[in-house]
């Protein structure tokens, strides 16, 4: 009988546990009993396709991460609300002191379509939340309507939201943070990375 | 000299396009072309050493994932502010029809310690957003101070706010969608299972 | 168009590359510089499906390898002859100093499948080599006919072999090398590991 | 206190089997049941640092694998001795029907090694069998001292003796069968690949 995602997650859970924690547990003892201490900020879009750590082939302890819908970063709006992205790139920045923060967007995502379809009016039918979260990235429909371009534009402007933040901008005035914006494009299998320079997004992998 | 994680990213890219699109290109193709359809919602914290697909061994396509502060799930209030956490469980609810939903807290949360140290006031000093984020579990402060127990709790209190959303009661009570709670011990290794029966977390790796 | 297995070997070297030379070459750098220093040496059988670096999840640099029909272990005789097997043997034990020598057999053996069939004459009909090879382990048919019976038995004739050669009778009296016979049953994925107190073969990977 | 390879070893098994039998039994299951089909012969060298498995990320099932001290083919010499290397050959192409035999060579070979120090003789000082195993390849001297260009010489002398096998001659011809030639340099983690055209190694990587 096929398995569930559920069973597989927990006997992967065990071929983690053997191989970190029986195998070579000299690579996360200390991580794991001394706190983290990563150098990298990511932020992700929730899509199943696009796990960051299998993406990057990472290890325990490289990446704090954040993970939305469209990977998207609000301006700095402190008030009472509850804001989930802006208190983890708070902790990650002023608290673990990462030093590069990566806004990982990816091609074909289902959060900036949505922002295609219903960004201007800023609500999606019969849903209660999405069309108010991706219409933060509504500035860069100007763009639109095609939805790689959208999702590219979008990480622009999320990078220039971090820098609302006034202890990022800080830090990056300082040289002691850096910014930046990554593009996968799923079907070719091909990372791009933001140049700031150009205003352009170039094949970043090579 | 000493890699950078950034570059250790670009490297992972580069050896995970290599496995997935030249070697094994028949497990992404149909992912990356055809859209996703995950089975699980895997709500876990941006703690960089509790990566969810590291722990889980888990290929692209199989969880939606949340990743945000303290693994938190906020009560259903549909208004007109950004919900990142509600977007993203709607959608993978609503849109993607996930049949389980997986909460993941773990040991040592930078993020309940908060909590446990000031979330009475919902405010941490000089901090502009965690304090706020983190009293979204200051009922749980009744069991404190011991920061695994709050976090433990603080499952159990994510999972009651699922079921405040209506589409997941709904889901729920038909027998559609399943809700979990799971915490991982990082210092033996161990994961744990909530079990609604007992109100307790059983062991459950094995 | 589906990709032949040499495709997928080459794709699958860049993998190798990006992860060990690229992303962590802290890895290898004193490995692939220095030279090697194994500390075991495991002779396994050449069949597909029980290659030791995936069941053991090695690292580059762990395990000396001999790969052979039915991980026959030939006993000492030296003369002007190719002695492959042995070879590897003197030269793991004598120049690289192995603490380990393990034989890893396993179920449904092609090679002691030819051993019972055939072994009795020395000669597979049609054959040139393969009767003559696999009748190393003969004597084991007294325990036939079944091919996993004979196979492990046939790990033990193995241990007795290699205690012909003086240098691993020297080493194993002064307690500088141990010796280990590991049966793996492919269709259960159990491995069983020889006790040579009781001469029969326990579940040996709890 | 450091975990032996042994005891890493076994600890890698039980996540193989986690894996493969638990996590993604549909990976392995018809393999382990009903018998191995693999495309490539892979004659690689017992070098810890040269696993086949680790340099190409193969999947079970995927290669037959025999491992000697540098990775030598002796010609085709049927009589009544025990070999090993001609034995897995015959198995490989006769019953298994292999479509690709893969010579796999490497940099600073300690075996090749003792060909260009002890070759001429036959005879390594103090060694039963070494001397002897090496000399196969003594004609790849006149390409020497540098240890290397002999290593790379000599895959091409066992591609030779790969040929003075009948069936091997006659699947080549018939196109039913393809060799191949492949060197690591292990320093800059290349792999090379034997152009028979002009009788020269080329990067064969990309």
Redesign the interface.
């Given at each position: 009988m096929?398995?569930?995602?559920?069973e597989?997650?927990?006997?992967?859970?065990?071929?983690?546990?053997?191989?970190?924690?029986?195998?070579?547990?000299?690579r996360?003892t200390d991580?794991?009993?001394m706190?983290?201490k990563?150098?990298?900020l990511l932020i992700a879009c929730?899509?199943?396709?696009?796990?960051?750590?299998?993406?990057?082939?990472?290890?325990?302890?490289?990446?704090?991460?954040?993970?939305?819908?469209a990977n998207?970063v609000?301006p700095?709006e402190?008030d009472?609300?509850?804001?989930?992205?802006?208190?983890?790139i708070?902790?990650?920045v002023?608290?673990l002191k990462v030093?590069?923060i990566?806004i990982l967007g990816h091609s074909?995502c289902?959060?900036i379509q949505a922002l295609v379809e219903h960004g201007e009016a800023g609500k999606v039918p019969e849903?209660?939340?999405?069309g108010?979260?991706?219409s933060?990235a509504k500035c860069c429909l100007e763009h639109g309507p095609d939805v790689d371009e959208v999702s590219r534009r979008s990480i622009g402007n999320s990078l220039q939201n971090l820098m609302t933040f006034p202890y990022i901008q800080e830090r990056v005035a300082a040289g002691d943070l850096?910014l930046?914006g990554w593009w996968f494009g799923?079907?070719?299998?091909?990372?791009w990375r933001y140049d700031a320079a150009t205003d352009e997004f170039v094949q970043?992998?090579?």
């Open positions: 096929a398995k569930s995602t559920v597989r997650m927990l006997a992967g859970f065990k071929s983690f546990k053997a191989m970190y924690y029986e195998q070579r547990p000299e996360v991580l794991m009993n706190g983290q990563p150098e990298v929730s899509d199943s396709r696009v796990d960051p750590a299998i993406l990057t082939n990472a290890e325990p302890g490289e990446m704090f991460v954040i993970r939305n819908v998207l609000p700095y402190p009472e609300n509850y804001h989930g992205t802006s208190s983890a708070e902790f990650a002023r608290d030093r590069d990566v074909a289902g959060g849903r209660d939340f999405i108010e979260w991706v933060m850096n930046h799923m079907k070719e299998g091909i990372l970043g992998d090579e």
